[in-house]
């Protein structure tokens, strides 16, 4: 089976929920990428790994695999995988009720999400760090988090209009706003 077949084998199993046979899948495909010199591709297999790991709720091995996948980004000077691997490990320290460690992870890769001009991920970002700061009972950080993701937003729906005028009231109430 050639490299992409293997990846999307691993994908096909993740989507029907098969996360151990993704996993396989996917360090097969992370093997045969590797072989074929694309360092790329194998980090993205381990990101994946690490993912299907995240949902079948094995924290270690879940850790290992984004790392790996997040140093072999910033090897081969890959900054945009590099940070979206930084946002999955907060994914999974928030996931593993590690909420300081998640803040700091989304931190680290909004920021980067923002040198790069990334908005839709920086948006997201932003949105996974204001369900933080809830776990966390911090209220106006997470409605300001919340904010900055819509910020990033080219256009907002009606929807994402009101809530971001209901969002600023509690900072107009305070005189911050």
Sequence with gaps: MDNQALRDKGEAHFRAGAYAEAIDAFDE?????????DGVSAAEMLNNQGV??????QWHQAETA?????????????????????????????HRGQTQQAVARFQEAIAAFRSQRDHARES??????????LKQRRWLDALTAYNSALDCLPRLSPGQRLLRWLFGLPLRLLGGG
Excluded: I, P, V, Y
Excluded at 29 to 37: I, V, W, Y
Excluded at 69 to 90: E, I, K, M, V, Y
């Design 29 to 37: 495909a992370r093997t045969a990428f590797q072989e074929a010199g």
């Design 52 to 57: 299907a790991h995240r949902m079948l709720r």
């Design 66 to 94: 984004f790392r790996e996948a997040r140093d072999s980004f910033a090897r081969l000077g890959d900054r945009s995988r590099q940070a979206q691997t930084t946002a999955n490990l907060g994914m999974l320290a928030d």
């Design 124 to 133: 997201d970002t932003w949105r996974a760090l204001s369900k933080a700061f």
